[in-house]
């Protein structure tokens, strides 16, 4: 079975560009998340995506917006860059099952560097 | 507000020792409890998840977990650490909110093991 997919694996942009972000859930998964894991920060929630529409966002600004295609991937923007964008995103997916436990699966992130 | 906190950010242990990562967390519904392990330079990976049931959980690489409900905890423990479990580890907890469902990530513990 394939993992969660993610590309480009490293993006480089500089300040004021956009970057775009995609994943690939696990085949059956319908939600997928983005976290953004920045140097000394841990993981910060960003997006819930889930049938194709935005379910949660974490505190940040709508520079960083995404959208769910109909065959559950995803992909992650973020338009107006500032150095601080500077990142790993990471992208989970998972499938709520009865018991409401989110188990969640992740890619081995893009890192995106922002110059 | 739901918050979980890991309280050692690093913790430093020779080759074949006991090792304990300790996870607090504050929640006023009902959560379910995960440890996620990061190697470098790649996606989170699970451990080990609380749904229900025994509070002693066993997961992957022999580590396990104890749910101590009272105490809101649920530490990490390996009664004999290998210089391959060195790596940053993640406790989260899953919760419903109005949103739908949510997951948390602590700080992360960087676990360095020496020979």
């Known amino acids: 079975e394939a993992g969660v997919t993610q590309s480009p694996t490293h993006l480089i942009k500089t300040r004021g560009q956009q970057a775009t972000l995609r994943c690939s859930p696990i085949?059956?998964?319908?939600?997928v998340y983005w976290y953004q894991q920045a140097l000394g920060l841990g993981l910060q929630f960003l997006l819930w995506?889930?049938?194709?529409?935005?379910?949660n966002r974490g505190n940040f600004p709508p520079r960083f917006s995404g959208r769910q295609f109909p065959n559950y991937s995803s992909e992650l923007n973020v338009n107006a860059l500032e150095l601080e964008d500077s990142a790993l995103y990471l992208c989970?997916?998972?499938?709520?099952?009865?018991?409401?436990?989110?188990?969640?699966?992740f890619g081995a992130g893009s890192r995106l560097t922002v110059l | 507000a739901q918050s979980v906190t890991q309280l050692d950010s690093q913790v430093p242990v020779f080759e074949e020792a006991p090792v304990e990562l300790r996870c607090n967390y504050s929640s006023s519904v009902s959560v379910y409890l995960f440890w996620y392990v990061q190697y470098p330079n790649q996606g989170l990976q699970l451990l080990l998840k609380y749904l229900s049931g025994s509070t002693l959980v066993k997961g992957i690489n022999g580590f396990e977990a104890e749910f101590n409900k009272s105490q809101t905890s649920f530490h990490l423990r390996k009664p004999s650490v290998h210089i391959s479990d060195t790596a940053e580890y993640f406790c989260a907890v899953s919760l419903l909110n109005t949103g739908g469902f949510k997951t948390i990530f602590g700080a992360g513990t960087r676990l360095f093991v020496k020979a």
């Open positions: 995506y889930d049938e194709g529409e935005e379910r």
């Open positions: 085949s059956g998964h319908t939600s």
């Open positions: 989970a997916s998972s499938f709520t099952g009865s018991s409401g436990a989110n188990v969640l699966t």
